[in-house]
C-alpha cells in the first residue's frame, strides 16, 4: 500500500510550495516523491517542499536547535534537491507554524527558524512576515549570461544571499517580457553550485520617496521560472543598489510576476518582507 502523508499548500507571491509536516523527522522522502508532489498536472503542483520538523530531529538542524530555533524549513527544490534558503517559503512555513499552533509570534516578539543557511530570525512586518537573511556577499565575477529573448549575452553581477545568484540589469520592460524563461539561461563560466538568475528593469525614477524600485523576473535552479522567488528578489536589490553607487537608498520595492515584496539593508544584513498565505489542505498517496 502507498502511504498517505497529509499536506498544506501555500504561496507567497505566487512561488507556490507544498508543506508537509513531519514534526519528529521520521519521513524520507526521495527526490522523485518530491517531483512527483510537485509535478503541475500528475501531483499537487508547486515550486518546491516545505518539510515542517524539529530541529533537533534531524542532522542538518543541530547547528539551529542549538541556537533555540525549536523548527527547521527542510526546502528542497521541485527536481527534488536540496537549497540553502527560500525567502518565500519561509515566511509560508512560519504562517504553517503559527496557523497549526505549533508556533506562537507576538508582534514584537522574534522567532528563530532553522535553515541550511542557519538559524535566522523572523518578526512580522506591514507586508506580513519580515526575516532576516543575515550578510551578504558581493561575488566579483562577473559572468555572461546568454537567455532565449536577449539578443546579446549580457554581463551578470554575482550576490550570495545564503544561496547563489546571478543579476542582469535590462534596458527596458519590453527586453523583460520578451525573455522565454522555458528555457533556462546559460552562464559562463557557470558558478560551482549553479544559481538562480534574476532579470531586473529599474523604475524610472529609480527612486521614489527614498525608496528604490525595480521589476524582476526569475529563473531558479532545479526549478525553471517562477512568480516570485525572495532570495532573488534580496539579491536584485543588493544589485541594483551596488550599481547605483554610495547615494543609493537602503529600502526597495521589488515588483515581480507574482506580487510585491519588500527589501532592506541594515548593518550589513539584509532583510525581506512580504506576505504568506495558506491556501488547501489534504492527504495524498506517495509515489
Aim: glycine share 12%; charged share 20%; net charge negative.
Amino acid at each position: 500500500m502507498p502511504q498517505t502523508i497529509a499536506f498544506t499548500k501555500g504561496h507567497g507571491t505566487g512561488n507556490d510550495f507544498v508543506i508537509v509536516p513531519d514534526e519528529d523527522g521520521l519521513l524520507a522522502l526521495a527526490d522523485d516523491q518530491v517531483a512527483a508532489l510537485c509535478d503541475r498536472r500528475f501531483g499537487i503542483g508547486a515550486d518546491g517542499i516545505l518539510r515542517v520538523v524539529r530541529s533537533r530531529a534531524i542532522p542538518e538542524g543541530a547547528d539551529a536547535a542549538a541556537a533555540g530555533a525549536e523548527w527547521f524549513m527542510d526546502y528542497r527544490n521541485a527536481d527534488g534537491s536540496p537549497a540553502e534558503m527560500c525567502g518565500n517559503g519561509i515566511r509560508v512555513y512560519l504562517r504553517y507554524l503559527l496557523d497549526s499552533g505549533l508556533a506562537t509570534l507576538a508582534d514584537t516578539e522574534t522567532i528563530l527558524i532553522g535553515t541550511r543557511n542557519g538559524p535566522l530570525p523572523m518578526t512580522h512586518s506591514d507586508l506580513g512576515f519580515e526575516v532576516d537573511l543575515g550578510h551578504f556577499r558581493i561575488e566579483p565575477d562577473e559572468p555572461l549570461v546568454r537567455a532565449k529573448g536577449l539578443p546579446v549575452a549580457r554581463p551578470g553581477l554575482g550576490v550570495d544571499v545564503g544561496n547563489p545568484h546571478v543579476v542582469v540589469a535590462l534596458p527596458s520592460h519590453d527586453e523583460l517580457e520578451g525573455l522565454d524563461l522555458t528555457y533556462a539561461p546559460q552562464l559562463a563560466p557557470e558558478p560551482p553550485r549553479g544559481a538562480n538568475v534574476e532579470f531586473v528593469v529599474p523604475a524610472d525614477p529609480l527612486v521614489r520617496d527614498g525608496v528604490g524600485m525595480i521589476r524582476m523576473r526569475v529563473f531558479e535552479r532545479g526549478v525553471g521560472e517562477t512568480l516570485s522567488c525572495g532570495t532573488g528578489v534580496a539579491a536584485a536589490a543588493l544589485a541594483v543598489r551596488h550599481w547605483a553607487g554610495a547615494a543609493a537608498p537602503d529600502r526597495w520595492r521589488v515588483e515581480v510576476p507574482g506580487g510585491v515584496l519588500g527589501v532592506r539593508m541594515v548593518d550589513g544584513h539584509v532583510l525581506l518582507s512580504g506576505p504568506a498565505t495558506l491556501v488547501f489542505s489534504g492527504e495524498v498517496a506517495l509515489a
